[in-house]
């Protein structure tokens, strides 16, 4: 199986903690993917997914005007780019995680997502 640098997203869709709910659904609605990573300076601190969305709705009437940062999935796991799909794979579906940032000597660099391991 490849390296998920192989079959990672190189085009990062990012929102800083302070976006709303309302903004960063629209973000990855117009850019057509299912989480934005949560950047602060030039630091991953979290993820903010569909789920979160459903999440923050669900449990709050005015979520929409909330933080991200109060949302977002803080520190995610992250992997390198030099792990296996196949290793890639597992962890997701062990975590239940869709997608996963990817990093190379510390730096993000891409994200994976479920649908990227089930095109290959």
């Known amino acids: ?17 302070t976006a709303t709910v309302a903004e960063a659904a629209q973000v990855m609605s117009l850019q057509h993917v299912g989480a934005a990573l949560v950047i ?24 929409a005007t909330h933080d991200v940062g109060e949302w977002m999935t803080k520190d995610p796991v992250t992997l390198d ?6 290793e890639t794979l597992a962890l997701m579906l062990a975590k239940g995680f869709r997608h996963v940032p990817v990093t190379e000597t ?8 479920m649908r990227d391991l089930s095109i290959r």
């Open 1 to 17: 199986m490849p390296a998920i640098r192989e079959l990672m997203s190189i085009d990062l869709i990012s929102v800083p903690p």
């Open 40 to 63: 602060d300076g030039e630091d991953l601190i979290g993820i903010f997914t569909e789920r979160d969305i459903v999440r923050a709705l669900a449990a709050e009437h005015d979520a």
């Open 81 to 86: 780019a030099d792990a296996s799909a196949q």
């Open 106 to 113: 510390g730096r993000l660099v891409g994200i994976v997502s």
